[in-house]
């Protein structure tokens, strides 16, 4: 079974640039979860979707950033301006169908803002 | 909201030792703590998981207890090996309508 996958896995901009990153999750799963993890610190949840609704979207700063799920499978994550503090590695997940299920993590994209 | 504290937030040990990481959360409603494995450039990996009705469950070298009314889980390793040299999150989740938190991370470094 394929795993979660993202892309780039590196991506390096300057400050007021934009930035978006692709999530495609494990087949099946309705539940897809966009993460940001800061150096030395654990993922904190950004904004959680089942199909294609968003279920919490409580800690995305909705000034620069924002995330659709399009047809409840794929899911774009945007930076618009990406600022210094945004560097950190985007983790996306998805889970069978709710929060009882484990999620499963891709690799993550590693962004530095310059 | 729910607050999950990890420590210690550095652990080493000799290969064939047991390992030990505690966490503790704050919300008393929480009944789900999974705890993740992260590899150096790789997300994070569920390695075992409880749910607040067992107080302990156990996976070949690997086991997790839970401790309702202290309000605190730990992960427990028995012989380890360098392989298992990696950052240990533990995280809570409340249920319904509420996010998974996650802990700061615990380095492991086993020493051959």
């Known amino acids: 079974e394929a795993g979660v996958a993202q892309s780039p896995r590196y991506k390096i901009i300057e400050k007021r640039q934009s930035v978006a990153f692709w999530c495609n999750p494990i087949s099946g799963h309705a539940t897809l979860y966009w993460y940001q993890q800061i150096l030395g610190q654990g993922p904190k949840l950004l904004i959680q979707?089942?199909?294609?609704?968003?279920?919490?979207d409580s800690q995305l700063p909705k000034d620069r950033f924002s995330a659709e799920r399009l047809k409840g499978v794929d899911s774009t994550l945007k930076i618009q301006p990406a600022k210094l503090e945004d560097s950190a590695v985007y983790l996306c997940a998805s889970s069978l169908v709710s929060y009882r299920d484990t999620q499963y993590f891709g690799p993550g994209t590693r962004l530095t803002v310059l | 909201g729910e607050n999950v504290e990890q420590h210690p937030s550095t652990l080493s040990v000799q290969e064939g030792d047991s390992a030990v990481i505690k966490c503790t959360y704050s919300d008393s409603a929480s009944n789900y703590f999974p705890w993740y494995k992260q590899e150096l450039g790789k997300g994070p990996q569920l390695i075992i998981d409880i749910r607040s009705n067992v107080g302990e469950k156990k996976d070949q070298r690997i086991a997790v207890t839970l401790n309702k009314t202290a309000k605190h889980f730990s992960l427990h390793i028995t012989e380890t090996q360098p392989e298992d040299s990696a950052v240990y999150f533990c995280a809570a989740h409340t249920g319904a309508n509420s996010k998974l938190t996650f802990g700061k991370g615990i380095t492991l470094s086993v020493r051959p």
């Open positions: 979707f089942q199909n294609n609704g968003v279920v919490d």
